[in-house]
């Protein structure tokens, strides 16, 4: 068994910046790799997130990703991995690395969404983020569980992203 302690596992609401701060860990840490479950996923399966959620559900979905945590707890070291936002509740979360919550509020969230200027490619890809309603209820529903998961929490609406990255990297052992 590959000892993962020395992956950090980027967690927390879609949206909120897991993948951009994973790149952004990575510049400055090139001895680093990062990987994003929801890439994995596309990938061991050969199809998109989407059409795993629209031809199987859910509930195939989250299987599929506690595949990926067994593997990534067996065969990574090193790495910066950002996961899907309901990555958290896969049963050997820890045993991948140092869990990092990456916390920010709803509203913040929507508005990073919604107003990027590839707002509607990353409003696509998320669907568990079509309805406002709905998805302003599955976050609520996931903060606890994020909270308890985490080893780290990082408030991600009040700083540059570089800055949140070196502060990071200095607060943390890898190796």
């Given at each position: 068994m590959v000892q993962s302690a020395?992956?950090?596992?980027?967690?927390?609401?879609?949206?909120v910046g897991k993948g951009q701060l994973a790149r952004e860990l990575v510049r400055q840490r090139p001895d680093l790799y990062a990987l994003d479950t929801d890439d994995l996923i596309e990938s061991f399966t050969n199809t998109k997130i989407k059409k795993i959620f629209e031809n199987a559900g859910?509930?195939?979905?989250?299987a599929l990703e506690q595949k990926t945590a067994d593997w990534l707890a067996q065969n990574v070291q090193h790495a910066v991995i950002s996961t899907g936002g309901g990555f958290y509740a896969v049963n050997n979360l820890r045993q991948i690395g140092t869990v990092i919550y990456l916390?920010?509020?709803f509203e913040w969230i929507y508005r990073r969404i919604t107003t990027a200027h590839n707002a509607k490619k990353k409003l696509k890809k998320r669907p568990l983020f079509q309805e406002y309603e709905k998805a302003k209820?599955?976050?609520l529903s996931r903060q606890e569980g994020y909270e308890k998961s985490a080893d780290i929490v990082i408030d991600m609406q009040n700083a540059p992203?570089?800055?949140?990255?070196?502060?990071?990297l200095q607060s943390v052992t890898l190796f």
């Open positions: 020395n992956n950090l596992v980027l967690i927390g609401f879609m949206g859910e509930k195939a979905f989250r916390k920010a509020d209820a599955l976050y992203v570089e800055e949140t990255a070196r502060k990071l």
